[in-house]
């Protein structure tokens, strides 16, 4: 009997609060429903750190390798006789990592919503929901079984869509989780497609036996899937890049990203969990948890490698040129998420080599701290001015101290500035694609620059800037529940960087010694500071130097404002030809052409009828007539031709 | 136990109602018989369980055999396996629910109610018949009394709609029928025809007749559950059907034609089900894809769903098209996946139209603040309908995409990957539909005082709701009892590529 | 006394035959119809008995046949006129163009 005995309540303590809160949570439970899903996630974030304490210290390495434990695995669906489903739970460094930051993050966002979401109507609803979603989001990183993944995956979308269209009298509000559920459930498509593919060749759909036989070199399988190919390119390519599109979906990887800023219409706890700590980042999970696999397909992994930093400078360009905070947040979010997985596309396996690998997850981790404070941060200003809108903003420093501060902290985290928690990852990152890739390298260190200026132009515009005018009462910084977790996330986001997850996550199971190069960090920490003494000169108080500027780069800055109109792209494809040219044309040969044949088929009938009906006259001679002809023609038939 | 039960209980129960008086009487003696219908199927499902548990393996359990007309060989021959006994329950949760919803049906109740129960009888005595013409009796005795239904208790152009239904579904009674008579007409079981089906298995029908007499049955039955092009009746009928007739129609009806295109043309003509796969593949993947993009289009909830039917409908003939024992399984857990999924479906529209009085969706709005447990029914039917996992609708189309996919043949797999892409126009529809009709602001003030869902409707909702979940969290218990069926099936058309 | 050659017996008949054809087809008044279908009635009469005298002079069944069908000419007679004058009160007209309520 150890720990691991207990791992299943991780996941399943939310999944009955879920139950508990949706049934019955309106009626009974509304008053005291956060306190009760709070404490049950409590208890399981409780578990989830005394199983990473135990994995980590105690059990989980054998002759200094981290092993891959499961627990738990029952049979759920079979296809075929090797070919099933099955539910589990894996633990391994990968996946311990994530169930402590997913129940962390999500413990805190429960206390915060205490107060942030305090008097809503469908509070229990709320927290009924955010259950649903650390179930869903626990059960996805706890998956055996790449179509367990799938179906956890299919889950954290639909409880990001009632999430996000909390509001739902917002019309708004739907319209942005109707846009997250289908731009993601178009990037699943790829990633069933895929699994389909995977899955044929592998013989299997379990993780473990679909990656020793995918990389094993002697294996027939991988043969078969290699020599397998489909427009010239291996179907391991394809499988694993319709993979990687259905993890792009979910991390809003370009050019799957737009449905991320829209998602900000739910409430701003919720962006802080789902869209920016935890879910989003599944698709760097799942590419690194088949990155054994990934590593034997160098097409597959250039293109990881490419969408990530291209993400990264395109989101990072953006966020620039925002004005609403949240999404400024929100293309920050996809630019670290760009960064995690360029990291694992510069990454080999194995010692050094998985030095990519390591700092990804690195950053993954350190990530999902200084973002959800970041998230939190502008939930609270939210809170106190009502609008998103940097403009309405400005000076707030002296009203809410404690936000100020923590705020400034995970600011200087995502800025990369030492010793703040991304200083560390980043600089892993950076080295990483530093020996593998130099024009990856370049892009990442001028993304780093540009990180630094948004994330403190943000910073200076919310709180200096010009003086605070806040009208009408308000209730200063929030309650007390809404502080504990900024304060707590604000010592995460200064300390997290010192965690050895090199010791622990890396991509062979062995501890990676790392070491900062004084002399490499130098230029991205001093770009980064360039970035945020720009800022400072443009923001920090009233002036029209950033207006001058941006007039000057006119064509650029519109584009970067309009988010390169990759918005007015999706909706005219979807409407202009989706809609459009397959929709309506399908709808109207329905109607007109099969419809219509099946109507010309019962008139044509009546027709006829209408046509022969006058034998039918009534007029017993004319009757007589045609029975008088009819004996007549008989007879002579009989007669001269029958004979 | 015995089969005859199932046939004999409806007809009693519709006996009954003829007798009673007045909607209290009538209405109580229905759900008093669909209740016992209710019972007697996992009764069944017990026994069945037992049955097998004590290690009888032949195909078709509870069997019994009665001569019926000596002259042409034709016997009332009854016996079930698994995907039968699966089709039974379906059939008795979609009733009773059937039943429930119609609860303060006013005008005419009592032909209503004798109608209604009266059509599951066809329906029971269909799954459970081995013998093709009584098959083919009980087939019919489920088709004529939906003419009525819908002529005399529908909405909109129901005279049209129903004229229109009737036609088609006897155009395709008529294409079975010579699908059948060519059957019974090339087989030779000791010197003479036989109509039955367990016989005409073993006897192996020619295979030239078997290629002119497989498209006959296979489109006839396929009329029923709306193949491609034959499918036009579905929309018009559904949307003009009151709510319960609906939901026999989509929930159980359609079933009828799917459950004939395995059972009948695809288990006693192996041969030609392999030879004529890729029409079929291809004409299911066009209903597939343009059903959904139709539904895209449509702006009555009825319709939505009805076009909707017709996608999914075609993931079942896929599945059998497919011709391996995990799509197979897939078909017919989509069957019933389905027939409760849309049951529901409509059950929750019939609710929402008999509140709001329209079904156009432009009209409707904000339907969650007003009413949260109809708006929640919706939306898991929805969800369902969109395949999300916890519900049966995933489970049922991963199995086919599955088993689809072991196909090598590129067809099949671009097949299989339209049929994929179409989950993702499943998802725009039904979230368009949802995203205006449930959320969004009120548009219409008189919608603020509308009252939620009464007992019968919640209990109605509540059975197939765990129909639904329990298929979506345990499938291994709806795979327990299909897959042996699928593989005796399967062996069929297995030996029939060898043979070749 | 010279026997009658069957050929004129027969010409008779069949104008008269033919007679009462026309006089059906062409006549609209519906008692004159029925004494066409009278006048039809007794060619086949003529025929019968002619081709008892000439076929078989020992047998008696084509005098039979005969005698049968002036029984039932009688009885048809009886019902056409109940039918004709039940016609004429409700449509007050025997002309057979007026009866044509029985169509599509």
Not at chain 1, 375 to 381: D, H, I, M, W
Not at chain 1, 599 to 613: D, Q
Not at chain 2, 141 to 150: E, G, H, T, Y
Not at chain 3, 81 to 86: D, G, L, R, V
Request: hydrophobic share 55%; aromatic share 14%; charged share 10%.
């Amino acid at each position: 009997m150890n720990i691991y005995s207990y791992i299943a309540l991780i996941p399943l303590l939310p999944l009955a609060t879920f139950l508990l809160l949706g049934l019955f949570g309106k009626k009974y439970f509304s008053s005291i429903s956060g306190i009760l899903g709070t404490f049950t996630l409590a208890v399981s974030a409780f578990i989830s750190l005394a199983v990473a304490y135990s994995y980590f210290f105690v059990n989980g390495k054998v002759d200094g390798v981290f092993q891959q434990i499961i627990p738990l695995k029952y049979t759920w669906l079979t296809f075929s006789p090797n070919v099933s489903i099955d539910m589990g739970i894996v633990i391994d460094p990968l996946s311990v990592m994530m169930l402590v930051v997913v129940t962390f993050v999500s413990l805190m966002v429960h206390i915060f919503s205490l107060g942030y979401m305090k008097g809503e109507e469908r509070f229990a609803t709320y927290y009924a929901f955010l259950s649903l979603f650390t179930f869903s989001m626990l059960g996805l990183v706890l998956s055996t079984n790449i179509f367990q993944i799938y179906m956890f995956w299919e889950l954290v979308g639909v409880s990001s869509f009632l999430l996000i269209g909390f509001y739902f009298e917002k019309p708004s509000a739907v319209a942005a989780a109707k846009k997250a559920f289908i731009v993601t459930r178009f990037a699943d498509l790829g990633f069933l497609i895929g699994i389909l593919i995977l899955s044929f060749h592998a013989e299997t759909l379990d993780f473990q036996t679909l990656i020793s036989r995918l990389t094993d070199t002697q294996s027939t399988q991988l043969m078969g899937i290699t020599t397998a190919s489909f427009m010239g390119v291996s179907m391991l390519t394809w499988g694993l890049t319709l993979v990687f599109m259905g993890g792009a979906g979910k991390s809003a990887m370009f050019p799957l990203h737009i449905w991320l800023p829209d998602a900000m219409e739910g409430p701003t706890p919720v962006s802080a969990l789902i869209h920016a700590a935890t879910m989003v980042v599944a698709g760097v999970y799942l590419v690194a948890r088949l990155f054994p696999v990934f590593v034997f397909d160098a097409a597959a992994l250039t293109i990881v490698t490419y969408v990530g930093a291209f993400s990264a400078l395109f989101a990072a360009i953006i966020a620039c040129t925002q004005t609403d905070i949240k999404r400024v947040l929100a293309y920050s979010t996809m630019s670290q998420i760009g960064y995690m997985m360029f990291a694992l596309g510069v990454s080999g396996k194995g010692g050094e080599e998985g030095l990519g690998y390591m700092a990804s997850l690195f950053h993954l981790f350190t990530h999902a701290f200084f973002k959800s404070l970041l998230f939190l941060g502008a939930g609270a200003v939210i809170h106190l001015v009502h609008s998103n809108d940097m403009k309405d903003m400005g000076g707030l420093r002296k009203h809410m101290p404690i936000t100020h501060i923590t705020f400034l902290i995970a600011c200087l985290a995502i800025a990369g500035i030492p010793p703040f928690a991304g200083f560390f990852s980043k600089e892993e990152i950076l080295t990483a694609a530093f020996h593998s890739n130099k024009l990856i390298y370049v892009l990442a260190v001028f993304t780093s620059g540009l990180t630094a200026f948004y994330m403190f132009r943000l910073y200076f515009s919310i709180f200096w800037n010009k003086e605070a005018h806040l009208h009408g009462e308000h209730h200063g910084e929030g309650t007390l529940s809404m502080k504990i977790p900024l304060i707590i996330l604000g010592a995460c986001a200064l300390l997290a960087g010192f965690v050895p997850i090199a010791d622990w996550v890396t991509s062979d199971g062995i501890a990676l010694e790392t070491h900062i190069d004084i002399v490499f960090s130098i230029l991205p920490v001093a770009l980064a500071i360039g970035g945020i003494l720009l800022a400072l000169s443009f923001y920090k108080t009233e002036n029209s130097k950033s207006d001058k500027i941006a007039s000057s780069l006119n064509g650029f800055y519109q584009a970067a404002y309009h988010k390169f109109y990759i918005d007015e792209i999706y909706l005219f494809v979807t409407r202009k030809i989706i809609f459009n040219l397959i929709g309506r044309p399908a709808a109207w040969i329905d109607k007109n052409i099969v419809d219509g044949l099946m109507n010309k088929m019962a008139s044509g009938t009546a027709v006829i009828s209408e046509k022969i009906k006058g034998f039918q006259s009534g007029k017993t001679q004319e009757y007589a007539l045609y029975f008088f002809l009819g004996i007549i023609s008989l007879s002579a038939l009989f007669i001269y031709i029958i004979k | 136990m015995n089969l005859n039960l199932l046939i004999l209980l409806p007809l009693l129960t519709a006996i009954a109602i003829m007798f009673c008086n007045g909607l209290k009487q009538v209405r109580l003696a229905a759900l008093l018989g669909s209740g016992l219908q209710l019972l007697l199927s996992f009764w069944l499902l017990y026994s069945f369980y037992q049955e097998r548990a004590a290690g009888n393996s032949t195909q078709m359990l509870f069997d019994a055999n009665y001569t019926w007309f000596t002259a042409l060989n034709i016997n009332y021959h009854i016996g079930i396996d698994g995907i039968a006994l699966a089709m039974i329950i379906l059939t008795s949760m979609v009733v009773i629910s059937a039943v429930l919803v119609s609860w303060t049906m006013e005008s005419m109740n009592k032909e209503f109610f004798f109608l209604l129960i009266f059509l599951s009888m066809g329906a029971y005595g269909f799954f459970i018949s081995l013998d093709l013409f009584t098959m083919f009796f009980f087939l019919e005795v489920a088709v004529i009394p939906k003419f009525l239904l819908i002529g005399i208790w529908g909405s909109g152009k129901k005279e049209y709609s129903a004229m229109k239904l009737a036609l088609m579904l006897m155009g395709g009674s008529a294409l079975v029928f010579v699908g059948l008579s060519g059957m019974y007409f090339n087989s030779n079981i000791d010197g003479a025809h036989s109509f039955d089906l367990v016989q005409l298995a073993s006897f192996r029908i020619p295979v030239d007749a078997q290629m002119i007499f497989f498209p006959f049955a296979f489109v006839g039955f396929g009329i029923f559950t709306a193949l491609f092009p034959f499918h036009t009746w579905v929309p018009d009928g559904h949307s003009s059907a009151p709510t319960a007739a609906s939901m026999f129609l989509a929930g159980i009806s359609m079933k009828l034609g799917g459950y004939g295109c395995l059972r009948v043309a695809t288990y006693l003509m192996p041969d030609a089900a392999h030879a004529y796969s890729g029409i079929i593949i291809l004409l299911s993947t066009i209903a597939i894809i343009y059903g959904a993009f139709a539904t895209m289009m449509q702006t009555d909830l009825k319709y939505i769903n009805a076009y909707s039917s017709i996608s999914h409908c075609g993931f079942v003939i896929l599945g059998i098209g497919m011709l391996t024992e995990t799509s197979i399984t897939g078909a017919v857990m989509q069957m019933v996946s389905h027939g409760l999924m849309t049951a529901l479906f409509f059950a929750a529209i019939g609710m929402i139209y008999s509140r709001t009085h329209t079904r156009i969706v432009a009209q409707l709005g904000g339907l969650m603040k007003v009413m949260p447990f109809i708006s929640g029914v919706f939306i898991i039917a929805g969800l369902c309908s969109l395949g999300l996992p916890g519900f049966s609708g995933f489970v049922a189309e991963m199995t086919v995409f599955m088993g689809a996919w072991q196909n090598t043949d590129a067809m099949y797999r671009l097949a299989t990957i339209l049929a994929c892409a179409s989950i993702v126009v499943t998802a725009v529809y039904i979230l368009r539909a949802a995203g205006k009709a449930v959320m969004g602001p009120i548009t219409d003030d008189h919608y603020k005082h509308l009252p939620d869902a009464t007992w019968n409707e919640k209990l109605a909702a509540g059975i197939l709701i765990s129909g639904i979940v329990v298929i979506g969290i345990v499938p291994f218990w709806l795979t327990s009892l299909i897959t042996p069926g699928a593989q005796e099936i399967i062996l069929q058309t297995g030996q029939a590529l060898m043979l070749k | 006394m010279n026997e009658i050659n069957i050929t004129d017996i027969l010409l008779v008949s069949t104008a008269l035959f033919f007679v009462g054809v026309y006089g059906f087809f062409t006549r609209r008044n519906m008692i004159t119809m029925l004494m066409s279908v009278e006048l039809i009635l007794n060619s086949v009469n003529i025929n019968f008995v002619a081709f008892n005298k000439y076929l078989f002079p020992q047998n008696l069944d084509g005098i039979f046949f005969t005698i049968f069908i002036i029984t039932i000419a009688a009885a048809e007679a009886a019902v056409a006129i109940a039918i004709i004058i039940n016609m004429y009160r409700s449509h007050h007209s025997v002309d057979v163009e007026d009866a044509t309520d029985l169509k599509y």
